[in-house]
């Protein structure tokens, strides 16, 4: 085994040990960065851009072993540290050593032994994937997609393209086809009349809530109403029968803001200016039809996730969160 396959088959590891993260697996992101711990077991992710580090997520490790961890980090590198994607158990920790710590979004979660499409809840799913169906819409996994890189590929570019030019793909908090994750990652296709015509890849999650996260969206330009809802109850529906206890629809951006929900050390401003954005910023990131879409599920557990800055929140701080993640 090469070098390369040696740090990721590390890095799989620690996640699947201590990443009590529903978006734990993007850590395996090609691009990102990996601190193994020198004296306690775990992982810290992150990438640096100049002298500014952007960290995802908390330190995956044994609860008695974070803060040492995070000591650890901290003395390996030099720069000012940016976590993203903080969920609120790790909150505490950075709020003890000075960060300041600000709502930045919510999660959402499916536990799918409580999950049905029967009642009002769910009544758009049923009439979108009904409608999907009577127009010729299938769905199936991919079991190698590799095999299909130039279709997707063919429908990625068409994806972005639609969303126009100021829509980026953002980078630091979502997946990607291919990548270290790949072997593990899952792909769902839409056909119609034997055509490819989107698609959803699932990636492990780990922790409290094992099971899959929905990850990356793509589809072309005129799609059927319903296909990508068809895409996901047939993903869920498989995944059900497989034993997996949790599907999570991932973080939104800019979505379930609310007072109660920021620390005792939240910035005041930042929380206004990320307030804001959700409901003025739809040209950065299209929060309110991404929260519709993950409500639409009915979830069963909706979470806060955060941004914690070190040594208070500066312009800088932000701008390099928000061009780490690609939201501009």
Known sequence: M??????????????????????????????????HGVHVPGL????????????????????????????????????????????????????????????IGSSYSI???????RGPALAKVRQNTS????????????ADSAAYDEELTTIDTA???????????????IGERGGPGAPLRRTFAARRQGQIIGYVTYSPAYGTRPGWLYDLTRRVPNCPVGTIELINLTALTRFRSEGAAWLHLG??????????????????????????????????????SQEAFKLKWS?????PEYAAFEGGVSLGAVWNLLRATKAL
């Open 251 to 288: 973080l939104t951006p800019f979505a379930g803001l609310a007072p109660e929900h920021d620390p005792t050390c939240a910035s005041r401003a930042l929380a206004r200016v990320v307030r804001l954005l959700a409901e003025h910023g739809r040209m950065i990131y299209p929060a309110r």
């Open 44 to 103: 810290i992710a992150y990438i640096q851009r100049g002298r500014h580090i952007v960290q995802f997520g908390g330190p995956f490790a044994p609860i008695r072993n974070k803060a040492t961890l995070i000591t650890e980090f901290r003395s390996h590198l030099t720069g000012r540290l940016t976590i993203a994607q903080l969920r609120a158990v790790d909150v505490p920790l950075y709020a003890e050593l000075g960060y300041v710590v600000n709502q």
């Open 299 to 303: 979830p069963h557990v909706i979470e």
């Open 2 to 35: 090469n070098t390369t396959a040696v740090h990721r088959a590390a890095v799989a590891e620690r996640l699947r040990a201590y990443a009590d993260h529903p978006s734990g697996f993007l850590a395996m992101n090609s691009g990102t960065a990996h601190f």
């Open 131 to 142: 409608r999907a169906r009577r127009d010729g819409v299938t769905v199936d996994e991919l």
């Open 159 to 173: 994806w972005l393209r639609a969303k126009g030019r100021y829509v980026k793909k953002l980078d630091f908090l």
């Open 111 to 117: 536990d799918l032994s409580h999950f049905t499409t």
